[in-house]
């Protein structure tokens, strides 16, 4: 990852900003918690406009994200199409990169959490019975 990774990111919501597609955009990860090290990625998580044609989307995103970052050391999620159990655990952590639309992304967040908070007891319970740990 680049020294000056910090100052990139302006570089990156910028290309997030420019995207007609891209609604909110969000930081999580070991950089948004400010716990970076040598081994760290820029893990950026977006909801689309339309998800259509998402995989060739993706790629194409990811490709301006990593010309504007100066590294391929991104994790890009696109939360449209993102399970709720790595949707939620995003959510619980993240910075606000962008955000084009406040009441859309208040929605999404809201029933998000609802929905991830009732995966999150039925895998506690999974867990707790499989493994032992959990609860």
Avoid: W
Avoid at 75 to 104: E, F, H, M, Y
Wanted: include cysteine; proline fraction near 4%.
């Amino acid at each position: 990852m680049p020294e000056d990774i910090l100052s990139k990111i302006a570089e990156g919501n910028k290309v997030l900003l420019d995207d007609d597609n891209v609604i909110f955009a969000y930081l999580f990860g070991g950089l948004a918690e400010g716990k970076v090290t040598p081994l760290s990625d820029i893990d950026i998580a977006v909801f689309l406009k339309s998800a259509h044609k998402v995989a060739e989307y993706k790629l194409g995103l990811f490709e301006r994200l990593a010309d504007s970052l100066g590294t391929c050391e991104i994790d890009l999620v696109i939360l449209n199409t993102a399970p709720i159990s790595l949707t939620g655990r995003i959510l619980q952590k993240k910075q606000i990169l962008i955000d084009k639309d406040p009441p859309r992304r208040h929605v999404f967040e809201s029933v998000s959490f609802r929905k991830f908070f009732d995966f999150k007891k039925k895998e506690d319970m999974y867990f707790m019975r499989r493994y032992g740990i959990g609860g």
